[in-house]
């Protein structure tokens, strides 16, 4: 045993923090070895090693995440052959497709259950499990909060879907079937059939979106081993990557080597500019400015349209494009990306590999240019994020060009204004909405605040009788996020929100609004003394509950352009626990 002399409660005073658990030799270290001896656990695993916590996002109501308990298996196998003591748990799992109002709500409730669970147990060293959308960020948030050594495994994505011989990408074909639907190019029947078709492994939405984006993002940020963000969540190299994972983890706790030295500025840039390589989801913005508000790193929405505005899209996957994550695989995944944008990157960014990230990736290939398009030829010329501001949102909001219509940048048009979901929901197909292709559609109500939760509804469809046209894009714009797997001209995160007294709440029907995405501007053209009437006449939307986490998250959500972390959770106060469990 190590420590076994030191009874001091503060875990700062041993050599490793589960020590202060594991490796005494009075009442409390009986105790706890003695409980945990009920699983078969063998004396030397008590003996001081380095104790690593598999932090695990399985549940069955999540289905992306549905086969993380073989995962872990994996990762224990490196734990043990590197001398350390793994030990699984399990966090909050949110579920994209279950979740109600929206996973979004509780991705800072799940980065608290993490940040709590590692900092009052005994793990030196976390590997977090994460998969669908929202348990990538929740689980690096609250981890980051607590600043161990810290590995991201991500479950893989879903083989591709095929359907009646036409490749079918997660989300992106329920919009272009519900479309289909729309206009009678389906019928319910087809639908049924294609369920299956769409979800045939274990896996995450196989489509760039928010999930496949996430995953790419923390390997572009360095806390996860190379080629993390592609391999098929049944492809044997998935689980190849988790015992690697396992071993790694041991070394290290042994190196001291937290998440904070890699969460870095260099790491966050490098991020932003693989996110518009990848044509990723917009969802990055908010989860990457939350990360780093935990990390203490200095990070902006301007960051975004400054890093992104000249980084084209290599990437032809869905939604921007044709191919889906099995062919990102094949064709050499995030380090063949790396490789064809390594003089935009910070190359000498550290990783979890102990080596930098043009280290990681110095001999990556590209196996595909018509998967992943070279930097001197890319698939589409904008890739990042632009960050637009004006009178309409003065705390900005995002458009992702690479999803967008290229005739539509510059355009000024019609209001038609829905002032909830509900209201969209009972009016869109009204044949006698007043609505043109000309004109911009605005919703409301969809914020962090005002769902609550910031829903995922910023691409709310076209009506009917404009789709029935062949007109498949309109500008909207919306307080609300977008889904990763979803397209078109759809301006988001409008920040501040309507239900936080933004001028998004003060939008009419009729107003005009120009939107000019080369200059990064939008604004409603109404006079400042007519915007100042409306606002004195605007009252706040009544709360959605006044008790439980729904009144601490209305009460304390920070808007979009601050990651919509809720306020008192920003930053980190380390792993450390002075008292003792009595
Ligand atoms: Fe889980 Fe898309 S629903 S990743």
């Not at 875990?11 to 005494?24: D, E, F, G, P, V």
């Not at 390997?219 to 969540?233: C, D, F, K, R, V």
Request: with cysteine.
């Amino acid at each position: 045993m190590s420590d076994d002399s030191n009874h001091s409660y503060d875990t700062r005073n041993y050599k490793l923090r589960s020590n202060a658990w594991l490796a005494r030799q009075d009442r409390d270290g009986f105790a706890r070895r003695s409980w945990m001896k009920n699983q078969g656990r063998v004396d030397h695993l008590f003996d001081g090693r380095p104790v690593i916590g598999i932090c695990n996002t399985w549940s069955e109501f999540t289905p992306c995440n549905g086969h993380f308990r073989q995962i872990a298996e994996y990762v224990k196998r490196g734990v043990y052959e590197m001398g350390g003591f793994p030990l699984e748990f399990p966090v909050m799992s949110l579920s994209e497709i279950l979740l109600r109002p929206t996973a979004m709500l509780y991705r800072n409730l799940a980065s608290m259950d993490v940040e709590e669970s590692i900092r009052g147990q005994p793990m030196d060293g976390v590997i977090l499990l994460t998969g669908c959308d929202k348990t990538t960020p929740a689980l690096v948030m609250g981890a980051a909060s607590c600043d161990l050594p810290t590995l991201v495994v991500s479950g893989g994505p879903m083989l591709n879907g095929r359907f009646r011989g036409e490749l079918v990408g997660s989300g992106t074909h329920t919009w272009i079937f519900t479309e289909r639907l729309k206009t009678g190019e389906m019928t319910m029947d087809d639908l049924a059939q294609a369920e299956a078709a769409m979800s045939r492994s274990s896996g995450h939405c196989m489509t760039m979106g928010t999930a496949s984006t996430m995953a790419s993002m923390v390997e572009a940020l360095g806390i996860a081993l190379p080629t993390n963000a592609a391999i098929p969540g049944v492809d044997a190299r998935r689980y190849a990557l988790a015992h690697m994972a396992g071993r790694r983890i041991v070394e290290m706790v042994k190196e001291d080597l937290r998440i904070s030295k890699v969460l870095t500025k260099q790491a966050f840039e490098n991020a932003i500019m693989v996110n518009g390589a990848i044509g990723g989801s917009t969802n990055a913005v908010v989860h990457l400015l939350a990360m780093a508000g935990r990390t203490g790193v200095d990070l902006t929405l301007d960051d975004w349209d400054r890093l992104g505005r000249d980084m084209p899209c290599l990437v032809n996957l869905m939604p921007s494009g044709k191919y889906l994550m099995e062919e990102f695989y094949y064709a050499g995944g995030i380090p063949a990306v790396i490789s064809e944008i390594k003089h935009k990157l910070h190359l000498d960014a550290l990783t979890v590999t102990g080596k930098t990230i043009g280290e990681n990736n110095k001999d990556a290939k590209n196996f595909s240019t018509d998967v992943i398009f070279p930097y001197s030829a890319p698939f589409k010329p904008e890739g990042g994020i632009a960050v637009l501001r004006g009178n309409l949102a003065p705390g900005g909001a995002v458009l992702k060009p690479s999803a967008a219509d290229p005739n539509l940048m510059k355009h000024r048009g019609r209001a038609v204004v829905f002032e909830s979901i509900e209201d969209y929901d009972a009016r869109i197909d009204d044949p006698n909405l007043d609505i043109d292709e000309t004109c911009i559609m605005v919703l409301k109500g969809c914020g962090p605040k005002g769902y609550p939760g910031f829903a995922e509804v910023g691409n709310f469809a076209l009506p009917a009788k404009i789709l029935k046209k062949g007109i498949k894009d309109m500008i909207r714009i919306s307080d609300a996020r977008m889904s990763g797997t979803a397209y078109g001209t759809t301006i988001l995160h409008t920040a501040p929100e309507a239900a936080a007294g933004g001028p998004i709440a003060l939008v009419q029907n009729g107003d005009m609004i120009e939107v000019d995405v080369p200059n990064r501007r939008l604004h409603l053209d109404v006079s400042d003394a007519e915007l100042e009437t409306r606002k004195a006449a605007w009252k706040a939307p009544a709360p959605h509950s006044d008790r439980g986490y729904y009144k601490l998250y209305t009460d304390h959500v920070l808007q979009a352009d601050k990651g919509a972390d809720l306020d008192f959770l920003v930053g980190k106060s380390g792993a450390h626990v002075t008292r003792e469990s009595h």
